[in-house]
């Protein structure tokens, strides 16, 4: 099993419409949940951080923890062509000083 | 305040040959990890170094190395090299203690042919 799960798509979704990104994680110890996007030939992008159970919300972009079920979700309200890219979600295992990243998601959002 | 930045940005080398990538820190910022991202794959630890010393390595060989230096930039060395080290190498800096998450720099890609 891999320590941070998640699907990797393509998601497609109309302009418009709300994107959801799934992640999974092995480990309760985990303290501290990311997510990062990232466009074709670039680097990782942070965009989000969410460390306590219940949703944060940032702009058109909202994070998701729930501990006791191991996952964390990205939700994207009126998506954008310009949102497609990939998604990858980092967590920082606990005791670890490094983030583990999943291997993406790739979302598709079409005019 | 400036960003983190990597050089250089592209690089070709041939198998069995050796490669140095460099990373300058962000401002402020104490501590540099190393990440290798695959084709398709998310980004995987490779190492990180705090005060110049290594202090804390993820799953790759030793012919996988690196330095920092008393003004927190850091190299990643790589011997011997592999088809499969093809990859985009990715430096994050951050400061020793922080529950953030890392900003990376721009990246190197390498083509190892």
């Known amino acids: 099993q891999k320590e941070v799960e998640q699907n990797s798509g393509p998601l497609s979704v109309p302009e418009g419409a709300i994107a959801s990104l799934n992640c999974t994680y092995s480990?309760?110890?985990?303290?501290?949940f990311f997510w990062y996007r990232q466009y074709s030939g670039k680097s990782p992008e942070l965009i989000m951080s969410?460390?306590?159970?219940g949703d944060k919300e940032d702009g058109r972009f909202t994070a998701q923890l729930n501990k006791a079920s191991q996952y964390v979700s990205l939700l994207i309200r009126d998506s954008q062509p310009s949102d497609s890219a990939t998604y990858l979600c980092a967590v920082r295992i606990g005791g670890r000083r490094a983030l583990t990243f999943g291997s993406g998601t790739r979302l598709q959002v079409q005019p | 305040e400036t960003g983190v930045t990597q050089s250089p940005t592209h690089l070709i080398k041939t198998r069995g040959q050796q490669v140095t990538l460099r990373c300058s820190s962000q401002?402020?910022?104490?501590?540099v990890s190393w990440y290798q991202q695959a084709l398709g794959q998310g980004p995987q630890f490779i190492f990180q170094y705090y005060r110049e010393e290594e202090n804390g390595r993820g799953n790759f060989p030793p012919r996988f190395s690196g330095l920092q230096f008393p003004n927190y930039s850091s190299e990643l060395n790589v011997n011997a090299l592999e088809l499969d080290d093809s990859a985009l190498y990715l430096c994050?800096?951050?400061?020793?203690?922080?529950?953030?998450?890392?900003?990376f720099g721009s990246g190197t890609r390498l083509t190892v042919v």
């Open positions: 480990d309760r110890g985990s303290q501290s």
């Open positions: 401002s402020g910022h104490n501590t």
């Open positions: 969410i460390y306590s159970n």
């Open positions: 994050a800096s951050s400061q020793a203690g922080q529950l953030g998450g890392y900003t």
